[in-house]
């Protein structure tokens, strides 16, 4: 059985196997594998003048870009794990994150303001000339995104392994050495770097969009024949939106694999999506970046268990009630998981503490049930429930409803202070044009029970999600209370 490998040698491994064949591209230019080794060699030694050393954590805060992908090759072989953050981070959220991460540079453009050392990947190219290979090294640590949770406090999720690559092993996300793999998500986010890396470490071609644009993804799947892509729910939706005769002027018949993750998809968006590609190109995966635990569902499974996040196939889920017990099937609790047993700890935090039970199990804060067979069906996150007049309301499914209305862009939902119900559940919605609040209201009349519909909307003009489809519901709550 072939042994584990560090990620620089699978790199130089792949140059060898196919040297001229393209690895990486985005909007300003393609590498091929042997450009990627000798570039990332090169990187290494410029990370190592500035004062990187083995097991350091470097954080890069690079907009999406090949310039991403050789940042951290170039950390990998030097035995330094990449720590990713986004290239518009606020500066006092940046020095926080970095602070955590003790980080001896930052590896970004002027976008981010740092009193550290900064260096884009010109610059560290300029401070070696010498691309030749390295000594074999291993980082401790494969990889330390950061998660602001519903706190917004910033913590890092350390992964529990190191920096390898094992040839025995399938790509986890469908991928293979023959597949070009479309990435319009932010690659900071644990989904799209976990996915992009574990699909170039096969040998994949990778194609980065700078920022996701619907029209701009259907357009990188034809001209590239994408095989694969990585998608959030918001994603799913522009594209959707699009008018038809935009999404047929595209070819995407080459796409085998799409994966869907980091929000809840609402029901007719991934019925319409089955109905256009086909139900097993549609994936769906359920999982924490600290990867405790994973539920995988294809198309085909989802139409007979609709609404589900698909079966554990790695480690343990139970629903629990208050007092930690198991619930039965079709009851609602607190989700908690469990590594595989045997398995050693698959992340850890820094700058926070897990929600744990006795016996290794650990909550990421999700509410939901299982159906008799074990299929997972999510409600929310615990701390996002709105209590209005003693019955548990869940903000997801107000806004899955609301998207449902082809005139409403995002939104997201939130329980304000009330005297006579607790909380009144009040709604931010993106509109386009033409969107109208008693329109609105009727829609909702028509999908929800009276106690779950919105008593208050608000209408924004920016975009309530971020480009991961993630929404802080806590912070939104905050600033409407005058506490932001």
């Known amino acids: 059985m072939d042994e584990p490998i560090s990620i620089g040698a699978r790199l130089t491994q792949l140059a060898a196997q196919r040297p001229d064949r393209p690895a990486a591209t985005d909007h300003d230019r393609t590498v091929t594998w042997r450009e990627l080794d000798r570039r990332s060699n090169q990187i290494a030694r410029g990370l190592e003048a500035a004062g990187v050393k083995f097991g350091d954590l470097v954080t890069i805060g690079l907009a999406n870009s090949v310039d991403f992908i050789e940042a951290c090759y170039g950390a990998w072989k030097l035995g330094a794990t990449p720590q990713p953050i ?31 050392p900064r260096y884009d990947v ?21 990889k330390a995104p950061t998660s602001g949770g519903s ?7 350390l992964s529990g392994g190191p920096g390898v690559f094992t040839p025995v092993l399938p790509g986890a996300y469908r991928t293979t050495g023959d597949d070009v793999m479309i990435m319009p998500g ?54 959707w939106r699009l008018p038809p005769e935009v999404r047929a002027k595209y070819d995407v018949s080459t796409l085998k694999t799409v994966w869907h993750l980091a929000a809840p998809c609402p029901p007719w968006l991934k019925e319409a999506w089955i109905d256009w590609l086909g139900p097993e190109v549609i994936m769906e995966l359920y999982a924490g970046t600290e990867a405790q635990a994973v539920t995988i569902i294809t198309g085909t499974e989802w139409l007979e268990h609709r609404g589900s996040v698909g079966k554990v196939t790695v480690g343990e889920m139970r629903a629990v009630d208050e007092a930690g017990n198991t619930l039965p099937p079709g009851e609602i609790g607190e989700i908690f998981m469990r590594r595989p047993e045997g398995a050693p700890p698959s992340y850890s935090y820094r700058g926070a503490l897990p929600r744990t039970l006795p016996g290794g199990w650990e909550s990421l804060g999700d509410i939901g049930s299982f159906d008799a067979e074990g299929y997972l069906y999510l409600a929310d996150r615990r701390a996002d429930m709105i209590l209005v007049g003693g019955s548990n309301v869940y903000p997801a499914e107000i806004e899955a409803a609301l998207d449902e209305h082809p005139l409403v862009a995002s939104s997201a939902v939130i329980g304000l202070p009330d005297e006579d119900l607790g909380s009144r559940i009040h709604a931010i919605v993106q509109p386009r044009e033409g969107l109208s609040e008693a329109a609105l209201r009727e829609h909702i009349g028509g999908l929800l029970v009276t106690y779950k519909q919105p008593r208050t909307y608000e209408f924004v003009e920016g975009a309530i999600r971020d480009d991961a489809g993630k929404v802080r519901r806590t912070q939104l709550r905050d600033e409407r209370m005058g506490k932001g």
């Open 86 to 116: 986004s290239h518009r981070l606020p500066a006092a959220e940046a020095d926080a994150v970095m602070d955590l991460a003790q980080t001896p540079i930052l590896i970004a453009g002027r976008s981010i303001p740092s009193d550290r």
């Open 122 to 142: 010109p610059a560290l190219l300029a401070l070696s000339g010498d691309d030749s290979p390295l000594e074999d090294r291993t980082a401790p640590i494969w």
């Open 151 to 157: 706190t917004g406090r910033p913590k890092l999720i």
């Open 186 to 239: 932010p690659l900071y986010h644990n989904g799209p770097f976990t996915s992009s890396f574990g699909g170039l470490n096969q040998g994949a071609h990778l194609v980065i969009l700078p920022r996701f644009d619907a029209e701009e993804t259907l357009k990188a799947i034809d001209r590239h024949g994408g095989t694969w892509i990585y998608l959030v729910p918001t994603m799913m939706s522009r594209i």
